[in-house]
């Protein structure tokens, strides 16, 4: 019977380096990373939010009759986020009336909820060499087109709230997507030259003093235990038991360490590739987006218009990434084909999308019992403080875009400014930070620690406006002004810039050696289940309150809620959790 054996990616032949290959899957990888990364700072984070609540409002009426339309009272600080004593405006969407910036905040907690469950169904899939490039590129072609119908759908049909459904299409698409390529950054790191240059000389060192522990187990063995009363036959075969053979010599223990190193260069320089180049996009379309909005004067087609483009840009520039990115014959894994006397049989033919989705979540809840976070204590600690901080940073983003438009009654076109400011600062936060980390000799812990307080003062900032002092007529303070939020917007974005790319590497000295897709899937999941939760809290605070900006106490305590348990992650333990685990997958 023929059979076919996926070997791990640490059993490929690493002392060859492919230069024309990696550079081709390199340029795919960036390239989807430009063609995608402009849906997110474009629409995800900035026009979709607001053409969706701006959808609302052009069907919406005020309170309290429920008779005026909001259309006419344009000049009417309206929304749920209206002062005590202003109208607010609500739309009705079945039998229930909600706010308008309400309909934005549930669409895309829905949206978030179901990419969860997307991702967790789809984990085996993207890990099956022959269907990971297919996948990411079916999802890209959902989440693009999508986000083009948005073209086709004006606020005055009476189908007016499918563009809900097309918002969750280009949201699922997306983060699916990118699940997918993010698969592909292991296989990448360890093509680059400088690893393969490492992974050969530790291969060759370990052969060369393990065959010397062989020949004389009595002067390689580490500690007394491990050496026999009279003879070293005993303290070898424990020796070579051992997965701590690099402390044996420290040839070998250096070694490790630049490979190490060298992975760990190579997988953040190609992350934060994707992430420069995707910003540099994104602030390119949005500057492109301007002129439009500006001069149709923030109009429902502007903002449409400018989400359509964003699919626009999504779909073409995915083309380059279907022709550079690695097939399943060009994928690190090797297919090892071994066949049985009188056998003619192919296995390959039973693999099944439903079986696979079965297979990921019974993964999930085999990773997911206690037995197994116990080994991995540290990680799944780490893993509960990013379920708040994930969510956390998400809900500030579209919290303060909602409260500029509504309460501080800031145009498109500021909202696009802010929009320009907030990726170009976070280019420069994610160069500077690293900077600063040298220069103090800090831990990526502290950093992240000092990143997070940091973050939390932007909705603390935002409490102080509830004091009396800014609340009669005072011109500065409290976030009541543009002026406030155009700084806060760079001082955000220097801080989020860096926090991404902090919180995926200090991940990343969590996880085991050789499973990194599977536990960035998790790493994923995690953020994403938690993502619906701010903004739904945040849309029940403003249908409660009707003044959004209460739900800045509420971001105040979430993220706040995750630094204790940051600082509970023991850092050292869990890299040797983590080097020594592995995966029981006996239930």
Known sequence: MTSIVLLPEDSEDTTKYDERGYKRHFRGWLSYAFASEVFVVVSLTLFLPICLEQFARDNGYLLPDRTQPCKAAQNTTVGPTAEPGQARCVVKLGWVWIDTASFSLYVYSVSVALQALTVISMGGIADHPPHRKRLLLAFAALGSFAAILFLAVPSSTQIWPSVGLLAICANVGFGASIVALNAYIPSLARSTRAVVTAQ?????????????????????ATTPDERGPDDGDGAAERLLQRTTADRVHPDVFAAKLAHDTALSAATARISSHGIALGYGAGIFMLLLALIPVTRLGGSTFALRLAVGLSGVWWALFSLPAALWLPGAAQLGARIALTQEPGEGEAVEEKWSVWREIVGAWKRLGGMLRWREIKRLRNTFVYLAAWFLLSDGFTTITSTALLFGKTTLGMPPSALILIGVLTPSAGILGSLAWPLIQRRLA???LRILVVLVVMASLIPAYGCLGFLPVFQSGVKFGGLTTWGEMYVLAVYFGSVYGAFQGYARAFYAELIPPGEEARWYGLFSITDKSSSFVGPLFVGLIADTTGN??????????????????????????????????????EI
């Open 442 to 444: 800090w831990s990526n």
């Open 200 to 220: 050969a000389e530790l291969v060759r060192l370990r052969e060369l003093h393990a065959r010397r522990a062989s020949a004389d187990p009595d002067v390689y």
């Open 548 to 585: 959004i900006r209460y739900a800045f106490f509420f971001l105040v305590l979430m993220v706040w809620l995750a630094v204790p348990i940051l600082m509970c992650v023991d850092v050292e333990r869990g890299r040797e959790d983590a080097r020594q685990y592995t995966y029981d997958q």
